[in-house]
Each structure stands twice: as structure tokens, then as C-alpha cells.
């Protein structure tokens, strides 16, 4: 097990084991959260954060989930923030309870989301941790799993920058400022189409 969560009536001890040597103290509690990572992101950068929805392909529902009759979906979502892709997480969700389905199919709650509104603290098992360098950016990707009675979820979760939890609120803005830069540029320049020639001038 990647992940060991210990605690005695005067300590607790968390470990993760096969983290990159230059894991940062905030990336091991990116690495770490259990459910609550969108909270997590929210508390980190002061900033509400979004989920948009990519894709949700569902099994059949033919009849109330159960565990004879599970229903599971696989869906990918992007946590956003102030416009920016702060994770893209990738799922497979099992359902064997017809209050989780409720919840997570038809009332629509995000998987961190419905282990609150059922009031349960998920079985937490870290089974990957790694990185990349993608298209010149660092990215973070941890695989994990979250299991309560009637809900299972195993999830890939990538950070495609691991500079935001170096720079923070820069990292944040600097596409903001591109854009702006970009706009600029296309309004100062003159397209060739608005040029009248008279003459030998080019106005």
C-alpha cells in the first residue's frame, strides 16, 4: 500500500511511499486527499473551483443499483479555477445502493461531493503515484481508490502544471495576461484587408 494513514490517542502518521524524491510538502497533500481534493484546491488558491463535466458514459439502469444489479459509469471531469485546468480526473464509479445512485445519477453530486452528503469517510487506497513532462509542463498523476458500503470509485487524477503549486496565484493569472497580450497585439496590428492604397501610400 502506497498510502498508510496511523493515528494513536497522541499522534497521527501519514506516509506515502513512492512519491518523487522532489515532491513538494504541498503536492504530498494534493497526494493525499481522500475525497476532498476540491476543497483542498479551493483552500490552496482562495478561489472558488469548478467542475465541468467532459463525458459520462453509464451502464444500463434497468432496476434500483444493488449489489446483484451494479450499475458503474466511467466519466472525466476538469476542476477548474479562475478559467484554468488546476486536474482533469478520470473515474470508474461501481454503484450498489440505491441512495448513492440517487445522489451520483440522478441529484448529479460529484464524487467527493456524495461521500459528504452521505455523511462517510471513504476507504482511501493510494495505488500510483508518478510524473511526466508533457508538452514542456510537469505534470503530477496519482491513481487511487475510495470505497464506502454501496460506492466505489477508482480515479486517475492529473495536474497538468505542477507549477501551480510553486507559483500559485501568478500561475493562475499568466494565462489571463497572455491572453490580453494576444488580444493587444491582433487590435494594434493593421490587417492588410483595412489598408487603402492611393497612390504609392499605403494608408
Known amino acids: 500500500m502506497l498510502a498508510v494513514d496511523s493515528y494513536s490517542t497522541a499522534s497521527t502518521n501519514v506516509e506515502l511511499a513512492c ?6 510538502g504541498l503536492e504530498r497533500i494534493m497526494l493525499a486527499a481522500q ?3 476540491q476543497r483542498l484546491l479551493s ?8 467542475i465541468e463535466l467532459i463525458y459520462a458514459h453509464c451502464s444500463p439502469r434497468l432496476s434500483p443499483a444493488s449489489p446483484n444489479n451494479p450499475i458503474s459509469q466511467s466519466r472525466q471531469v476538469h476542476l477548474v479555477c479562475a478559467s484554468r485546468t488546476v486536474c482533469i480526473a478520470t473515474s470508474t464509479v461501481t454503484i450498489t445502493s440505491p441512495d448513492c445512485e440517487r445522489l451520483f445519477l440522478d441529484e448529479k453530486f460529484p464524487i467527493g461531493q ?9 476507504k482511501f487506497s493510494l495505488l500510483n503515484v508518478e510524473t511526466r513532462a508533457t508538452d514542456g509542463k510537469r505534470e503530477l498523476r496519482r491513481t487511487y481508490k475510495l470505497e464506502t458500503e454501496g460506492f466505489v470509485a477508482e480515479i486517475l487524477e492529473v495536474f497538468p502544471d505542477r507549477d501551480m503549486f510553486v507559483r500559485g496565484e501568478a500561475w493562475l493569472a499568466e494565462r489571463k495576461d497572455d491572453l490580453e497580450i494576444t488580444c493587444a497585439s491582433s487590435t494594434d496590428t493593421k490587417p492588410e ?8 501610400t499605403v494608408h
Open 114 to 122: 456524495t461521500f459528504r452528503q452521505l455523511r462517510r469517510h471513504p
Open 43 to 50: 483552500s490552496y488558491f482562495a478561489r472558488p473551483i469548478f
Open 193 to 200: 484587408w483595412l489598408s487603402v492604397r492611393k497612390g504609392n
Open 19 to 24: 512519491v518523487p524524491d522532489d515532491t513538494t
Open 35 to 37: 475525497g476532498d481534493l
